[in-house]
């Protein structure tokens, strides 16, 4: 699918499902466990793991690569990571393990080959608005500014007293940066990020290519960003999940990552052991 093709069909499932209107009632107590026909999109803080107090904090376990990666052989390779990290971001966090991935909300990409695709190179006109935020992470303890090259991420889960000032200020930043960049709010976070791009598109790229197209999207995340990404694979026919509590456009519901991992487990243990199949064939 060309660029201009992809572009239409995302414009087209975005009008489709703003047009549909929110459900607030998505299913609780659970999710359907997917085929091996699936393809599996996953949001990484508040979905796989828990979140902690700074984003460098988190540590991702063995076992739970393990499950990602018998999850990944049992579909043929479409399993992928939906971030707002940067993808050398999720490397670390994952490594020795790499998984397809959409790193800043989209505007970084890794196909599941390998290839990777950028959005277009706006990261040295973010840099010279950084200095503004960084300067104001610095002066309120608990503020914290994540530099990410393409995008920039204020976080404000420790200073809940700098909130109002954060908004003000990233807001402030989004406005001298023009049309080419857009205000993301999250969970404590406010990010400054590429207009364009978002966890929708990401996930609709990954499935106008091998080995996802043809496929059947199944999509779990926990914050406002992955709304973007429920509303296309809800058009689309996949099946979403959302992690925790508030409304949400997402069909099922799961309540924390411990849940999640739970039913990561129960996709694993329904797909045949690499070993089994192996033999088998
Ligand atoms: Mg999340």
Known sequence: MTEAA??????????????????????AGGAPIPGAHAAVFLDIDG???????RPDAVHIDAALCELLE??????????????????????????PARFAAAGQHGS?????????????????????HASTLR???????????EEKGTSLALHYRNAPHAAQLAEREVRRVVELLGDDFELQAGKFVLEVKPSGKDKGTAIAEFMAEPPFAGRSPVFVGD???????????????????????????ARWRLGNADDVRRWLADFAA?????????QST
């Open 223 to 249: 914050d406002l960003t992955d709304e973007l990404g429920f509303d296309l694979v809800n058009r689309i026919g996949g099946e979403t999940v959302k992690v925790g509590t508030g409304p949400t456009r």
């Open 108 to 128: 970084e990409r890794r196909s599941a080959d390998g290839t990777m695709h950028f959005h277009a190179p706006l990261a040295p006109r973010l840099a010279a």
């Open 47 to 53: 979905t796989l793991i828990h979140f902690a107090d």
């Open 6 to 27: 992809i572009q239409a069909t995302i414009g087209a499932m975005k009008a489709a499902a703003q047009a549909e209107g929110t459900n607030a009632g998505a299913a």
């Open 270 to 278: 329904r797909a045949p052991a690499p070993d089994a199949r192996r």
């Open 70 to 95: 018998r999850i990944r052989e049992s579909t043929g390779g479409a399993l992928a990571l939906i971030s707002g990290r940067s993808i050398d971001d999720i490397d670390a966090l994952f490594s």
């Open 135 to 145: 300067r104001l992470a610095q002066a309120h303890e608990g503020l914290l500014l």
